[in-house]
């Protein structure tokens, strides 16, 4: 259902809250057109103050708490509607060293010249008895910071913006947000979250900015470069780039585009790999900064990792087939070598198809690990991964959010505050895109060894990337693959079906509605009766 916008002009007669960080506030709004009544009015601005005079566009609605208000997306301040007003909007706060008998004596003083005053001849307030030099001073500062944030508010919203980011980009920018936003409108997108390409080019169109300008090309392309890692790609060649430009602007760049991406390769604002192509040619890859960053972090860590030695006191093979007796376990022979090898290697990926063990050989590796006293971390990327892991692990495992504390859009930890254990071990790690990845290794500390277990040959994560694949395919880190498929598991026809599709074999699948009716049990010829189509059923009704 579509908002109703609608008008409500008055004075502000007290400002019930005011958030200074947000600039969210509750006003009690006396309307022009119902003087008698006092209205709420809730809108963000940066500053309000008793006395004046607004004209708000917005809503009305009914909070369940707090009953009917006037949801204002737009503010604009107007001058005050009477002397009464004006005296009481100077003496809000509005000014430093302006109270009640001050602001009295100025509007007494001046009258009905008293805002102009303010506005072009302020160093006339010394003819007021009790404004000194110094106070005229104090005054003029109050006043020139009020006027640039009024200016500011409504040059900004007479763009489209809200009073919400209004309010946020006044707080960065300062004085000079006009200035700021009038020179390049787009880096709204960059600087605020919550604002994308699209609303920061309705300010640039609204500005003057030509269709086909420099920066909004620009913009457009690194909008296009950011959005395709919800399609899961980390970086565009030239000609993805070209057709979702052209069809973002609606127009052809041509030639011109190639100029432009070598451009912005030189202000650092993209980062180019080149890799081989078809017929020994090379493809230049272009990726937006972060995700080229987070990339090149996790091949490099892995590689790190990797290649570092790593001594374990004595031989695991007798520890092993102890723990197995007693546990009553019976470990395959690949699944005996894929301990040995994880607990050795400072980085590993444990894989394998469904029913091929890799849980049970990850609860004998967590044990052994334990015996060798050191801490160790389970994680997954959902929490149903999680739940499941802790039941069969008998181990606390947290989702990687979790893990990481995610804390105000970011992790809390890091390389600066990295996390504390001996041994990290993440599941389902098919699930894990590049940016995720990144952040989880940046917490790892030196010294901690990591495995990461999963399948690959499942569908890859939605994010940017296909981490474990990649992983795989580097053939760098041990990799411990198994294959043997369980006596329990070969019972599931999930799990046979899903290993003859990875042979490459077409499984025969016969259909569980064979030798079935829909919602009955099938019946002998003589006892079932099938219904008559409907087209026949026609010709019964009369006419």
């Known amino acids: 259902m579509e908002k109703i916008t609608e008008k409500i002009s008055g004075i502000v007669q007290r400002v019930t809250y005011h958030n200074p960080d947000s600039g969210w506030s509750v006003l009690r709004v006396s309307p022009f057109n119902s003087p008698g009544r006092l209205e709420t009015v809730t809108v963000h601005q940066t500053r309000v103050f008793a006395g004046a005079t607004m004209e708000f566009r917005g809503s009305w609605i009914i909070h369940s708490r707090f009953g009917r208000q006037f949801q204002a997306d737009e503010a604009v301040e107007k001058k005050p509607a009477s002397a009464a007003a004006l005296e009481k909007y100077l003496s809000s706060g509005l000014i430093k060293g302006v109270g009640p008998k001050t602001a009295g004596r100025i509007v007494s003083y001046f009258r009905e010249k008293t805002l102009d005053i303010f506005e072009n001849d302020i160093d006339r307030l010394t003819e007021v008895p009790g404004i000194a030099k110094k106070k005229l001073a104090m005054i003029k500062e109050a006043w020139r910071e009020h006027r640039m944030v009024r200016e500011v508010m409504m040059f900004l919203q007479g763009h489209g913006i809200s009073t919400l980011f209004a309010v946020r980009i006044y707080k960065k920018y300062g004085d000079r947000a006009i200035q700021l936003v009038s020179e390049d409108p787009y880096r709204l997108a960059a600087d605020f979250y919550g604002i994308g390409f699209f609303s920061a080019d309705k300010v640039a169109l609204s500005i003057g900015f030509a269709p086909d300008s420099h920066r909004r090309i620009v913009a457009a392309i690194r909008h296009i470069l950011a959005a395709s890692r919800e399609q899961g790609h980390c970086y565009l060649t ?12 609606d127009f052809s760049l041509g030639e011109r585009l190639l100029g432009i991406l070598n451009e912005m390769e030189r202000d650092n604002q993209l980062r180019v790999r080149i890799f081989p192509a078809d017929k020994g040619e090379e493809q230049r890859c272009y ?22 030695p790593m001594l374990l006191p004595g031989t695991l093979s007798p520890w092993i087939e102890k723990y197995c007796r007693e546990a009553k376990l019976a470990l395959s022979d690949e699944q005996v070598a894929a301990v040995r090898s994880v607990a050795c290697s400072h980085f590993a990926v444990l894989t394998g198809g469904p029913g091929c063990g890799k849980t049970t050989t990850t609860l004998v590796i967590v044990r052994l690990l334990e015996a060798l006293g050191k801490r160790v971390l389970l994680a997954a990327p959902t929490g149903l991964a999680a739940k499941r892991m802790s039941e069969v692990i008998g181990r606390e495992a947290k989702t990687l959010h979790r893990l990481l504390e995610f804390q105000g859009g ?11 254990g001996d041994f990290l071990i993440v599941d389902e790690c098919s699930m894990l895109d590049i940016s995720l990845t990144a952040s989880l290794l940046r917490a790892v500390p030196d010294g901690c060894q990591v495995l990461f277990i999963g399948d690959a040959d499942q569908l890859p994560s939605v994010g940017p ?38 042979k490459g074999e077409i499984p025969r699948i016969t259909s569980p509605l064979k030798g079935r009716m829909y919602g009955m049990e099938k019946r002998t010829v003589s006892s079932w009766i099938p219904m008559r189509p409907l087209v026949n059923s026609l010709d019964l009704l009369p006419g």
């Open 465 to 502: 990337g296909n981490v474990l694949r990649d992983i795989l395919s580097s053939g760098v880190v041990a990799s411990c693959h198994l294959t043997r498929v369980f006596r329990q598991a070969r019972k599931s026809k999930i799990i046979e079906y899903a290993h003859q599709i990875n």
């Open 238 to 249: 030239i000609g993805q780039i070209s057709l979702d430009v052209e069809k973002l602007l």
């Open 287 to 308: 990726y937006s900064k972060t995700l080229y960053y987070d990339e090149e972090y996790v091949a490099r860590r892995i590689r790190s990792m990797a290649v570092r």
């Open 410 to 420: 970011g992790f809390k930890r890091s390389e600066e505050q990295p996390l504390r």
